[in-house]
């Protein structure tokens, strides 16, 4: 193991320039991005490649010289590398699951409070010179979020912050997952039927799989209360975005707050950019300084591990 490693899109996740990557590996390159076709060339001779959000499909890995042996994904989900193709070439995949759950959380967390208090619209009414709601009473929604229920589908690193908040924000606390079990007091594990019917907020912390993709459609968005929420900070392809905006303008839910989206960025003529009952983040749940400089560290720890011969956060 020589440890060479390669990070082909770095400007991924230091945008900023704010943070140090060459403590990385013992011999590490950087490039802030790299096309598909750049990629083989750049991996020449090298052992690790790091990679964030970068599409890894099986034609490309197909490409990648011999010498790779590890690709580390830096972040939580994978749904971006082929990970069978990975595996016939006899390359490793890792992650890093844990690195920004608080943050990711906080953000789920902070659209619920806007939500609840219909902070989106009360911005825009300021932002077109609407200064009503301070001359008469308020006229839109504030409703208290203590004793209303929240339906977390996925009980992961992320789901569980969430989960504690809100138990502190003394909110009745739901569950989907694939592997229930007790949360203890105020926690109960449903079915998704149940648990779209029955939650004033629903939140999404489930990875992006075949079986997730569009878990969110026309069908589950009909299950939600009318007076119900839809927030995701996981992955946009969890919901099926054209159905969702169907449901935001039909009243068929009441409003939407969405870190991730389909496409991102979206499309410039989105309709969720401009919808009063829609607040729309820029994947920023990941973004904070600090949740960065502990994503590299762990990176590091990872690329470490493995060149120790005992590779840790393994995918595939």
């Known amino acids: ?5 390669v990070v082909l899109n770095a400007a991924k996740m230091n945008y900023d320039g704010k943070l140090d990557l060459t403590t990385l590996a013992p011999h590490v390159t950087i490039y802030d991005d790299s096309t598909p076709e750049q990629i083989p060339q750049r991996l020449q001779g090298c052992e690790i490649a ?14 990648f010289p011999d010498s790779v042996k590890l690709i580390c994904e830096a972040g939580t989900g994978y749904n971006n590398i082929d990970l069978a193709a990975a595996r016939a070439r006899g390359i490793t995949v890792c992650n890093i699951p844990a690195y920004s759950s608080q943050r990711v959380a906080h953000t789920a967390i902070m659209l619920l409070l806007c939500l609840s208090s219909s902070m989106g619209a009360q911005i825009r009414m300021l932002e077109r010179g609407d200064r ?7 006229g839109l929604d504030h409703v208290e979020v203590n004793g209303k229920t929240i339906g977390l589908i996925g009980a992961g690193n992320i789901g569980r912050a969430v989960m504690k908040i809100a138990l502190a924000l003394d909110m009745e606390v739901l569950v989907y997952s694939r592997t229930p079990r007790d949360y203890g007091p105020g926690v109960t594990c449903v079915s998704l039927e149940e648990l779209l019917r029955r939650s004033d907020y629903v939140s999404l912390h489930c990875p992006l799989t075949d079986a997730t993709r569009h878990l969110i459609n026309r069908d589950t968005l009909s299950l939600m209360k009318p007076t119900a929420f839809l927030i995701n900070t996981s992955r946009g392809a969890l919901v099926d975005e054209a159905a969702l905006i169907d449901a935001l303008k039909a009243g068929t839910i009441a409003g939407a707050g969405l870190d991730v989206q389909e496409t991102e960025p979206p499309a410039a003529d989105n309709p969720l950019y401009t919808m009063e009952n829609v607040i729309l983040t820029p994947h920023m ?3 904070g300084l600090e949740t960065r400089q502990r994503l590299v560290s762990l990176l590091a720890g990872n690329i470490a591990a493995y060149l120790e011969g005992s590779p840790i956060n393994v995918v595939g």
């Open 1 to 5: 193991m020589n440890g060479t490693t």
């Open 50 to 63: 790091v990679t964030k959000e970068l599409p890894v499909p099986a034609e490309l890995i197909a490409q």
């Open 132 to 138: 009503s709601n301070f001359t008469r009473c308020l």
């Open 285 to 287: 749940g990941w973004k």
